[in-house]
């Protein structure tokens, strides 16, 4: 609980900024982060980095709850950041949360 | 945990084609009687090993060749710890220990640890570059090193290291082999037929060096070449260690098994402890270890046999009949049992050195002994019968050495089709499935197509090559009701092919993506990432000026108007006409360089110049300062017309015989913006010395004296093409309408991401000649739909994005959070 309480939630703009079946980059501290937003405008957020070779999950293509990673074709779920069998890894989840139509990502207090 | 009878527990360690196949038969004889926990090394399901080289070749995707998806374990709730392989086994406790450092308690162990490259000590090893030719890591290394690098070298001129080798050179690497005998693959070849093929391979381009000894892998932070022990020294800049395997048997070492090469094991898989299983390369059976599929197969479904049932009958496992085929396209290789005649023995032999045909066959006691053939192994599955099941063939020996058809002739053992073969013919070498198990599951579980008996038999899913009669299987049990194999949905998204798609597009008025879906019953709310893009094309060409393009539904190089490279930059080729470009727009593209300090500038295969290194964010800028020089977008990055290659033509060659350069302008003129199934390239030449390589584009243009020959189909890449010729022409306006009406055909009627060369050589050229060179009107009327098209594809999307004071949401951050 301590913790949740300590979150810093960053605002990076509103659900229109994005396009549906797309995704937006911002830019933190620990590398670029892709935001993504779903046919029914679900908003998530993963590390822009693919588990298998580093590709930019940010510029794939968006489908359901997935993204196509550009450089290998690897699948992702955009909620959890998991690859879709047969391949493992994981790209980092960040934590987003929308009030009153804008996106808020969830930074650790150990990064400030 | 509330189960009426507690499940026992079963550790499975190794999740590779052994493992899982022994899961796979022990399922299907008792399902519930284990709890089952699989530890695998690899972080990946379990796939089949031995078409890695077809990966390594181009011809399928690691996706392809997976045997077993993730979903699969969850079905027949296995619980699979991938990535995590197990480091200490104890047999007092009956418990497993793996590197995480989780501890899994068993009642029964099954051992499938497989086998690992053989590594002789030598220094330099553990250079980067060297790796070996056994799992997915070392292919993704090998891929990833064929992409930068040029050169290869290959220890092990067997059947692993000659498939690494072929792979290699298929991804454009200078390949050197360096083998320690003199002859090629000679534990599976004679030496004639081990020359024949060493002849074919070297005139592929690999170069052998035989009776070499590595003595040294060398080089400064990576690998540079290997040092032979007679002085020889071979520069490379990766080293693939291929001389073979050895069973991996640390872990039973480790837990006092009784071992000598392999585990040993009786005729049950039983190790020395009663209650620890193996299969598969790790084991040693009666003296013998084994590194080809169809035996490991054999051995796990006995294992099965005797996890399912603790006393189970039968005889048990006897030992395998081995036989094996190169898997490099082309070169037909066949080989089985002992073919180098001892005493007791007599050889047949057939050489025709014009057809490189060599067969070989050793018989004693009037049976087949072994069999070689090189070149033609039509008979292969035929003598491979004769040998596994010792038939008597003193009868036909005469006519033996040619083969079924000649024997059937002569009025012996006339097995002449499929229908007559007898039930225990075996059908698939690989799973070992005989023709009765194939025909009786067909009936009884009322089978249709080939992948239903595939995944029913397991007939024909491993290297593919029985797949013609399994077919003929098929179509002999059910008579008429077989249908050839049905073209496949385009995707998992649709069961629909790519024709279908496109004619309900037409035929429905379906204007836009989700209409589609809608209207076709797409079974994913918003499809994926391979029918998004065939469809945003489909609808495209089929309602040109009323379809509006989507983005999203765009790979990122099309919705970002470059090329994403492996760092996430992106590379900008502007266009230059016919390869045309003048001091000016050099300046600009020199300046531009400078500017944004681009990393990198390279010449292209299509007469043109490469910016490499751009930021998604500088594309911009990068296109206005390009744009104010009067230069567009080259389309490099699109399922597009890229470029048309010329020569400099009768304008300054001696040679010349037409003006190439201004006939290559008028039709890139003409061409440029075009979308397409696939990348599209056009080349003109002059003359017939072909300076442009017009014969192996897309659409090539030839000058001769009295016009102009047209060549359609070729490529270069994995699969080189020549082109063949569509017909010839006498004008350049002729040239310019045949090669609309030719692209506009390929538009309308190729599979997405099918290029012209294999979409031709589904349809035929015939076919082509017909549309385009005999139908007159037809070929008119394409034309038309063509330049209509174009009115509104030739829009600069340089021009459009790059905006003076503010660019396209898609190319800036959304957030700075620092």
């Known amino acids: 609980m301590s913790e949740a309480a300590a979150a810093i939630w960053f605002d990076v703009g509103t659900i229109a900024d994005i396009p549906k079946l797309g995704a937006r980059v911002v830019a933190s501290r620990e590398g670029p982060i892709a935001v993504f937003r779903t046919a029914s405008d679900r908003i998530f957020a993963l590390r822009d980095k693919c588990p298998h070779r580093g590709g930019p999950l940010s510029q794939g293509i968006v489908h359901g709850e997935h993204v196509t990673c550009p450089l290998h074709g690897w699948n992702i779920a955009l909620a959890t950041g998991q690859a879709t069998a047969p391949d493992i890894g994981c790209a980092a989840a960040i934590t987003v949360r929308i009030e009153a139509g804008r996106i808020q990502l969830r930074f650790s207090p150990s990064a400030e | ?818």
């Not at chain 2, 989780?102 to 009642?107: H, I, T």
């Not at chain 2, 997915?136 to 992409?147: K, L, T």
């Not at chain 2, 025909?439 to 995944?455: N, P, Q, Y």
């Not at chain 2, 390589?693 to 699969?719: C, M, P, Q, Y």
Request: a neutral charge; proline letters at 4%; hydrophobic letters at 40%.
């Open chain 2, 1 to 818: 945990m509330n189960m009426m009878h507690k499940k026992q527990r079963l550790a499975v360690i190794g999740n590779g084609m052994a493992g899982m196949r022994c899961v796979e038969e022990l399922l299907k004889r008792d399902a519930l009687r284990y709890r089952i926990t699989v530890f695998g090394a690899e972080p990946h399901t379990n796939y089949d090993r031995i078409m890695l080289s077809s990966v390594l070749a181009g011809e399928k995707e690691i996706d392809q060749i997976v045997i077993n998806p993730l979903s699969w374990y969850g079905e027949n709730e296995i619980r699979l710890f991938a990535g995590d392989g197990v480091v200490a086994v104890d047999r007092t406790l009956k418990t497993v220990t793996a590197e995480s450092g989780r501890v899994e308690p068993y009642d029964k162990l099954l051992i499938a640890t497989g086998s690992r490259p053989i590594v002789p000590p030598i220094p330099g090893l553990d250079l980067p570059g060297v790796c070996a030719f056994r799992d997915i890591a070392d292919i993704e290394q090998m891929i990833g090193a064929s992409e930068q690098y040029k050169r290869a070298i290959v220890i092990g001129g067997g059947l692993l290291g000659l498939e690494a080798a072929n792979g290699l050179l298929k991804r454009g690497m200078s390949v050197a082999v360096v083998h320690l005998m003199d002859t090629l693959m000679e534990r599976q070849l004679d030496p004639v037929a081990g020359g024949l093929l060493q002849r074919e391979l070297d005139g592929r381009g690999l170069n052998f060096f035989m009776n070499g000894q590595t003595e040294e892998i060398f080089g400064e932070t990576r690998v540079q070449g290997v040092r032979l022990a007679d002085g020889r020294e071979i520069p490379g800049d990766l080293v693939v260690m291929a001389i073979g395997i050895r069973p991996n048997v640390e872990l039973a070492k480790k837990c006092d098994l009784d071992i000598n090469r392999g585990i040993i094991v009786d005729d049950t898989m039983r190790t020395s402890d009663r209650d620890i299983f193996a299969v598969g390369e790790c084991v040693e059976h009666r003296g013998r270890t084994y590194g080809l599929v169809a035996p490991l197969y054999e051995m796990a479904k006995i294992c099965a046999e005797h996890l399912a049932e603790d006393n189970a009958p039968g005889a048990g496992y006897t030992g395998s009949v081995l036989s094996t085929k190169l898997k490099v396209t082309g070169v037909d290789l066949f080989s089985a049992g002992n073919f180098i005649p001892g005493e007791d023995c007599s050889d047949l032999t057939f050489h025709d050195s014009a057809r490189q045909v060599y067969k070989k066959l050793v018989l004693r006691d009037g049976r087949l002994e072994g069999v070689v053939l090189y070149g033609d192994v039509a008979d292969s599955g035929w003598y491979f019968e004769l040998l596994r099941k010792r038939e008597d063939v003193t009868a036909y020996r005469d006519g033996l050495l040619f083969g079924q058809n000649i024997v059937a002739a002569m009025g012996n053992a006339p097995k002449t089709s499929v229908a007559d073969l007898p039930g225990d013919y075996q059908i698939c070498g690989c799973n070992g499935v005989c023709k009765s198990t194939i025909t009786d599951t067909i009936a009884a579980k009322s089978l249709t197509t080939l992948d239903e008996v595939r995944a029913h038999t397991k007939a024909s899913a491993s290297c593919g090559s029985c797949t013609h009669l399994v077919e003929a299987l098929l179509k002999v049990t059910l008579g008429t009701t077989f249908e050839e194999a049905a073209p496949a949905g385009m995707c998992k998204c649709t069961p629909l092919t790519h024709e279908d798609v496109r004619r309900r597009i037409k035929d429905e008025a379906l204007k836009s993506i989700p209409a589609a879906m809608s209207a076709l019953g797409w079974r994913t709310p918003d499809g994926c990432a391979s029918c998004r893009p065939a469809l945003n094309f489909y609808l495209l060409c089929a309602w040109p000026g009323e379809y509006h393009d989507d983005a999203q539904s765009r790979f990122i190089n099309e919705r970002a108007h470059a090329n994403i490279q492996k760092d996430g930059t992106f590379s900008v080729i502007p266009r230059m006409w016919g390869g045309t470009t003048n001091a000016r727009e050099l300046r600009a593209i020199a300046d531009v360089v400078d500017k944004y300090a681009i990393p990198a500038v390279k010449l292209t295969g299509g007469q043109r110049i490469d910016m490499l290194g751009v930021s998604k964010q500088q594309l911009p800028a990068v296109w206005r300062d390009l744009n104010a020089a009067g230069m567009v977008s080259g389309h490099a990055y699109g399922k597009a017309l890229r470029t048309v290659k010329t020569c400099v033509g009768s304008e300054w060659c001696r040679f010349g015989v037409q003006d190439s350069t201004a006939m290559g302008i008028a039709l890139e003129k003409m061409t440029w913006g075009s979308w397409h199934p696939h990348k599209v390239k056009l080349a003109v030449s002059g003359c017939p010395r072909n300076c442009a390589e017009a014969t192996i584009k897309d659409f090539g243009v030839i000058a001769v004296e009295s016009g102009w020959e047209l060549l359609v189909g070729g490529n270069g890449g994995i699969k080189l093409r020549g082109t063949e010729l569509l017909c010839k022409v006498a004008t350049s306006a002729e040239v310019l309408e045949y090669c609309g009406a030719f692209l506009q055909l390929y538009r309308e009627e190729a599979r997405y991401l099918d290029r012209t060369a294999p979409w031709i050589e589904r349809v035929g050229l015939d076919y082509v000649k017909t549309r385009i060179v005999e139908d007159e009107t037809g070929r008119k009327a394409l034309y038309a739909r063509f330049l209509y098209a174009q009115k509104f594809a030739q829009i600069d999307p340089w021009e459009q994005n790059a905006v003076q004071d503010k660019p396209k949401a898609e190319f800036r951050l959304l957030a700075e959070a620092n």
